[in-house]
Every structure is written in C-alpha cells, then in structure tokens.
C-alpha cells in the first residue's frame, strides 16, 4: 500500500523533544511501517538512542516492518538561544530556560527544509509546537499533517473556548460555565483554565504561540489523531463535521506494541526490574492493586508527595507508586518517617521510569490515579483500568471530564486550579482516601470497571483489520498516495 509508483509513500515524522510526544509518535511510525511506508523520524542529535533503542526493540515483531523505520538528526541550536550544550529535551530544561527552549524550536525550521530538500519527503506529520512546518511543507508543495497527541473533545472544547470565550461570563473564578455548543453539557471553572487568560507576560507570550498554531492548523492538510471512534464519536464527528477539520483517528497508537519486551522500552529505561515489579504484581489479587503515576512532568512539591503517600497508606490499598526524579540520593524527607517499612508488601515505589503499558495491562490493577496527561489516558482505557483524575496542566481538565463526566470510567479527586505541573496543593490525604474507596469498592466501582472493560475491548478491535482505526489508516494512506508526487 502507499504510492501507486515505483517509489513507497515516504513520511517525515517529526515529534517535539519531550516524552509526551516522541513515545506516541514511534508508535505512529511503526503504525504507517507495517503498511509499507517509508518513515523518517526527524529528531536532534541528544534523542537519537532513545528513539533508535524503541524502534531496534520492536524489530522482532512480526506485525511491523520496522527496516522502514528511519532516523535523521537535525541540529539544535543551544547556543544561539543561550541553553547548555546537550539541552535539547523538555526533561533536561530548567522552569527559567522554557522560553529558550521555545527560542530554539523556532529556529529548527532552516534545518528541516535542508532535511526536506535533501530526502524529499511525498508528507510531512509534525507536532503542533511546530507551526512554521505549514510553510516549509508549502515550499515543497506537500502536505501537512498535524500531530496535537490529544483527544477530539480536548481539541473540539479548547477550540470552542477559544470562539465564544464563556469564561468571560461568570463573576468568580470558582463559578461553573458551560462550554457552548460541546455536545454533553460539559461544565468547568475559570481556575481549570485561567492560566491560558491570566495578563501576565509570560502566558501572554504563550497565548500568542497558540494563536499562531492554530492560524497554521487551519491551513494545514489535516489531523491526525490517537483516539479511535468508538471512544468519542460525538466529539470526532463535530471536529470533522461542524468545525470542519479533517482528521483521521488511527490509535490507541500504543496497541501496536505486542511483544512485552516492546512495552517495557517504551520511553525511558525502567528504574525497576520489569520481572521484578510483575512478579510483585503476581502475588496480588485481581483488580487489588492501584498504580500511581503523574507523567514525566510532574513537579510536586514534598508536601504535596506526603499527603499522598498518607492517603495511600490510610486507603489500605496496595498500590504501586510511581515518584519522579526522586532517586535515593535526594533524601526521603518527602515521605512520612518508617513509611516503606510499614508499607512493605502492600506498597511499591519505583523512583524514576516505569513500564507503565506492562503494569497497566497486568490483571492485578484495580484502578489508576493518573494525572490525565492523553497517552496516560489512552493507555488506561485501552487497559480497562478505572481512573481517579488528578489533573495538572495542559489539556488535561478537558481530559479529566472526557473521563469522568462523559465516559463515567472515574471519579475526580478534586483538584480545583490549573497550575504549571505543580498541583495546586489542595488535595489532601484524606481526599485521596475517599476517591480510593470509590474507584475500588461498591457498585459504583463495579459500573465503572465495566464500562472501561468493554471500551478495552472497543480500543483492539478498532485496531485490528477492518476495525475503524485500521479502516481510516489505510484511506489516509492511500489519499497521501494518490495525490501528486
């Protein structure tokens, strides 16, 4: 399949430098491999292995021809922008370096077109951070497709917040509005989204960003995106029909990973054993066990940590407890003092990286307190794994009521303010308690595992062939094809 020449259609991929991005789009380049598409994954020379590592994993798979599976490195350029040598991921860049890093993302557009010039690309999918890639991909007269790794109702609720600004119309910060016109009557606060209309200078710079990207996704070719259509119909059909963007939806991209030596490589390299932690899993009872993990940006601060460690221990569940950039040698004073020792067996922490796809689909796990970053999300779905949302930046409050509000597949736990992945420190342990006993114990808790059961069993069939994320992977692949080269 792929361009009707001599020739196979040739992809450049070209994901921003943070973990969030990159691991979704190895998935989508091993998605358009297995349908014999030439892709190229455009990255900077600091995230070659991690990208070389995930893609050398998975050339055993019999589903995926990976040989397809190319990587180019552009230079980034640290200097110009006046970042440390080597400073070319989101993990690496200090909270008072973002704006550089954003500085330097600006000026990769020189680099990609030499890139582009060079290989000659029949496509271009790029992330959304990228919206000069409009005009490169204009310069070779080829298409543009935009990558925003979030869901349709995050991307059908912040355009619709963006056109009839609703926040405008309630008194307090704290009041609920309406978004209108989202199918489902999906209310939210000014709190949950106040960092994208506050005045101060920083995230007025930020807002101007937005407006670019979204100036240049409407010129784009279209979307694509990790979602499959029996997840949010509703939303996926008025993204395409009433705000008339087109799209595809080829996910949950992480299915198409079989083989568990795949799973454990996705991203990082794991700080704990995978037979180890599975084997800790082993001894654990059916759906007894809740995992807790807050994506690769969390920052909370150590009090914010004690009280969870407090509620997990007061919840008397067993857990497995995932605490970023928290390594021994940081010192322990963010947990409560004997807190390990008490918690011995019934309690896991792993400081670092998880195999999070591994655990999630281990029969043990009974729910995910998750902070509702969209490949988190996805991967609990396609899991069947019950949520308590714990949501801190980005898009993640529009996730979180996808979760909760419209899907019913979890509780909240209350987090009231947007803040910039620190959490907003409200949530105690005792709030943490009470959405435990609610997402593990009761009828309620039996509906709601029910019902992301059968959304699992909805995310593999939609990925196998004939299923409608298949279905719409094939037909973008061959309008790509029949476009002229």
């Not at 109702?153 to 009839?164: D, I, P, Q």
Request: glycine letters at 8%.
């Amino acid at each position: 399949m792929g361009n009707t020449g001599c020739e196979p259609l040739h992809i450049f991929l070209f994901p921003i430098m943070a973990h969030g991005h990159i691991i979704p789009v190895i998935d989508m380049a091993k998605l358009f491999a297995s349908r014999g598409v030439k892709v190229t994954i455009v990255t900077t020379p600091f995230n070659i292995p991690l990208i070389s590592k995930a893609i050398e994993q998975s050339k055993t798979q019999h589903c995926n021809n990976n040989n397809n599976i190319h990587i180019k490195a552009i230079k980034f350029p640290s200097q110009e922008v006046g970042l440390p040598e080597g400073c070319e991921h989101m993990d690496s860049v200090p909270a008072d370096l973002v704006p550089a890093f954003f500085n330097a993302i600006r000026l990769l557009q020189e680099p990609f077109e030499q890139l582009m010039y060079q290989q000659r690309p029949n496509c271009i999918v790029t992330d959304h951070f990228f919206p000069w890639s409009t005009d490169s991909a204009a310069k070779f007269g080829i298409p543009r497709l935009v990558f925003h790794g979030i869901s349709f109702f995050s991307l059908c609720a912040s355009e619709l917040m963006s056109l009839h600004e609703p926040y405008k119309s309630v008194s307090s910060d704290s009041e609920l509005f309406v978004i209108p016109h989202l199918p489902g009557e999906v209310k939210m606060t000014r709190l949950q989204v106040s960092e994208f209309f506050s005045n101060d200078a920083e995230t007025n710079n930020f807002n101007m960003f937005i407006k670019e990207v979204k100036e240049s996704d409407l010129r784009s070719y279209g979307v694509i995106g990790n979602s499959f259509y029996e997840l949010e119909p509703d939303y996926a059909d008025y993204y395409r029909e009433v705000l008339g963007r087109k799209a595809w939806h080829i996910g949950p991209f992480s299915l198409c990973n079989r083989e568990k030596e795949v799973k454990t490589y996705r991203g990082k390299e794991a700080s704990i054993d995978e037979h180890e932690c599975l084997k800790w899993l082993g001894k654990k009872e059916i759906n007894s066990v809740v995992y807790v993990c807050f994506g690769s940006m969390d920052k909370f601060p150590d009090s914010q940590l004690r009280e969870i460690a407090v509620g997990l221990e007061a919840s008397g569940q067993n857990f497995i407890w995932v605490v970023r950039r928290k390594t021994k040698e940081d010192g322990d004073e963010w947990l409560p003092e004997g807190f390990e020792k008490r918690i011995e067996g019934k309690g896991l922490i792993i400081r670092g990286w998880a195999p999070q796809v591994l655990i999630l689909e281990h029969e043990a796990i009974g729910a995910f307190v998750t902070h509702c970053g969209w490949n988190s999300t996805l991967e609990g779905v396609s899991a069947g794994v019950p949520m308590v949302t714990w949501p801190l930046s980005a898009e993640q409050f529009y996730n979180e009521k996808l979760v909760t509000h419209v899907l019913k597949i979890g509780v909240p736990v209350g987090v009231k303010k947007w803040t910039m992945f620190t959490g907003d420190g409200t949530i105690k342990w005792d709030a943490m308690v009470k959405s435990l006993k609610r997402i593990m114990v009761g009828e309620e808790a039996k509906e709601m595992r029910l019902k992301v059961k059968m959304l699992a069993q909805k995310a593999r069939r939609a990925v196998e062939d004939g299923g409608s994320s298949s279905l719409q992977l094939d037909a973008l692949i061959e309008e790509l094809g029949s476009l002229p080269h």
